[in-house]
T-cell receptor
Framework: EDQVTQSPEALRLQEGESSSLNCSYTVSGLRGLFWYRQDPGKGPEFLFTLYSAGEEKEKERLKATLTKKESFLHITAPKPEDSATYLCAVHHNQGGKLIFGQGTELSVKP | DVKVTQSSRYLVKRTGEKVFLECVQDMDHENMFWYRQDPGLGLRLIYFSYDVKMKEKGDIPEGYSVSREKKERFSLILESASTNQTSMYLC?????????????FGQGTRLTVV
């Protein structure tokens, strides 16, 4: 069964303290792994798509990487405005639907 | 920019009412989805549609139905609202491609059933 597991559930950082979020997945034939950011009370906002092991994508302080079993979202020198829940999802073969992990709630304190 | 618009941000309905949640996307996407999001349970797929008049059940379709009469519009219907359907509802759309394509979400509808 396709499954996505994110860790940790919650992460508290001081401003400037770099860290990584993990997304482990099991899927029969990966057709894409996606990272989203979600602010409280809002819909998820798309960040990155990764398709192949070894692929990397960057955007400002965020960098997403992909291996055959997991993906990491690296946050370099985070700022308080990076506080949000980060969601990972994999593409399912059936009809384009996404299977989501539970998310990591990131809090960055000044 | 892709835009997915949900008809209401907040909705309060009474138990037993029939509730319609509307979603419109402006990017000519084939796929559209309805999720609900609850604390501790994450995003769960209710229904999805990969073409006009086509629909597929997701993981939790009980108590819901959908309608897709036009490509840009996907409606979620709660036939008889119950308190356990109080939740955040999220609509999304995506393109159909050879590889998986990212889904774009609306702003969400916070539904409270009293």
């Amino acid at each position: 069964e396709d499954q996505v597991t994110q860790s940790p559930e919650a992460l508290r950082l001081q401003e400037g303290e770099s860290s990584s979020l993990n997304c482990s997945y099991t899927v029969s034939g990966l057709r894409g792994l996606f990272w989203y950011r979600q602010d409280p009370g809002k819909g998820p906002e798309f960040l990155f798509t990764l398709y192949s092991a070894g692929e990397e994508k960057e955007k400002e302080r965020l960098k997403a990487t992909l291996t055959k079993k997991e993906s990491f979202l690296h946050i370099t020198a985070p700022k308080p405005e990076d506080s949000a829940t980060y969601l990972c999802a994999v593409h399912h073969n059936q009809g384009g639907k996404l299977i989501f992990g539970q998310g990591t709630e990131l809090s960055v304190k000044p | 920019d892709v835009k997915v618009t949900q008809s209401s941000r907040y909705l309060v309905k009474r138990t037993g009412e029939k509730v319609f949640l509307e979603c419109v996307q402006d990017m000519d996407h084939e796929n559209m989805f309805w999720y609900r999001q609850d604390p501790g349970l994450g995003l769960r797929l209710i229904y999805f549609s990969y073409d006009v008049k086509m629909k597929e059940k997701g993981d939790i379709p009980e108590g819901y139905s959908v309608s897709r009469e036009k490509k840009e519009r996907f409606s979620l219907i709660l036939e008889s609202a119950s308190t356990n359907q109080t939740s955040m509802y999220l609509c999304a759309s995506s393109d159909r491609g050879r590889r998986g394509t990212e889904a774009f979400f609306g702003q969400g509808t916070r539904l409270t059933v009293v």
